[in-house]
């Protein structure tokens, strides 16, 4: 069994308790829209924490999914990658108090908020005023058995085979090489382990397009570096809730549980 926490190294450096294990750069840290506290950071922290407001967790139907492929051991050691404030995970933490949980996310306002929340106890607010909601105020938890750290979803500070579940959610179409984190992913999962993964594929760029689109392609490359499919379901139909109206994104994911084979 893993102790918790045990899993990441001392950080180069920590930013309020918040081990970065990247050394963004000003202009990094300018150029990336998730680091945007009153866009980006206060949508997430609608998206996820705002339950009253939208008469429910908007993404239950995303966890209900996850939760089927999901271990029933008492002892786990699980990540999520891509994680922004933490609610997939830190549901998972509230849930297992046995697991050791990881938020990795390359977002210190993300990471900032998800501490702040989740292992902090404090009272986080999001202004969702201009989306006809209120400015909303929610209050935190202190879960001991969740870690929240900055990393680059392809370089993680994990040690090797040493995850039992990774899992990243609406992440692979944001990053440059989805290839690349997939590798990675494989490096720090067990074997015997499981990746989940779940994600629109509404890349940023014609190029990435037209290299993972369709599906096939992505699921050519898995089969063929080592990953066994348990699962595909596509489309995993998601809503996200723009306003009070009622306006809401609807994203057809394609959802994806693989397996590094035990041998
Ligand atoms: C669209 S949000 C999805 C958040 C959450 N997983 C969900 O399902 O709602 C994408 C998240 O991935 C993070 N991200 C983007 N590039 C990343 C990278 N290279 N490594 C790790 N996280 C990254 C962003 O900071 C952001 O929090």
Redesign the pocket.
């Known amino acids: 069994m893993t102790a918790f926490g045990t899993l990441l190294p001392p950080p180069p450096a920590k930013r309020r308790g918040i081990p970065l294990y990247y050394d963004k750069t000003e202009e990094e840290v300018r150029q ?1 829209v ?2 945007r506290y009153d866009e ?1 950071v206060a949508r ?1 922290t609608a ?2 924490l705002a339950d009253e407001a939208h008469g429910g967790y908007p ?1 239950q139907p ?1 966890a209900d999914y996850l939760g089927r492929w999901l271990p029933d051991s008492p002892a786990a050691a699980i990540a ?6 933490g ?2 995970i830190g549901d998972l933490a509230t849930a297992h108090p046995a697991w050791d949980c990881y938020g ?4 210190y306002q ?1 990471l900032r908020q998800a501490r702040d929340y989740w292992n902090l106890g404090e009272t986080v607010s999001a202004n969702l005023l201009r989306y006809g909601y209120g400015h909303d105020t929610f209050s935190g938890k202190r879960l001991p058995n969740l870690h929240f750290a900055l ?4 370089a993680l500070p994990f040690p090797d085979a040493s995850l039992d579940v990774l899992f ?4 692979i179409d ?3 090489d989805p290839f690349r ?1 997939f590798a990675e992913w494989r490096r720090v999962i067990k074997p015997g382990g499981r990746l989940l993964c ?1 994600s629109p594929l509404n890349f940023l760029k014609r190029e990435q397009w037209e290299k993972y689109h369709p599906p096939v392609r992505l699921l050519d490359h898995l089969l063929t570096t080592g990953w066994q499919l348990a699962d595909l379901t596509d489309p995993l139909w998601l809503e996200e809730p723009m306003d009070r109206r009622g306006s809401c994104i609807r994203w057809k994911t394609l959802a994806l549980v693989i397996d590094r084979p035990a041998v």
């Open positions: 990336d998730y680091e980006l997430q998206l996820h993404l995303l999520d990658v891509g994680c922004s404030v609610r997939l990795l996310d390359f977002s993300m990393a680059d979803a392809a990243s959610t609406f992440l944001r990053i440059p984190a779940v």
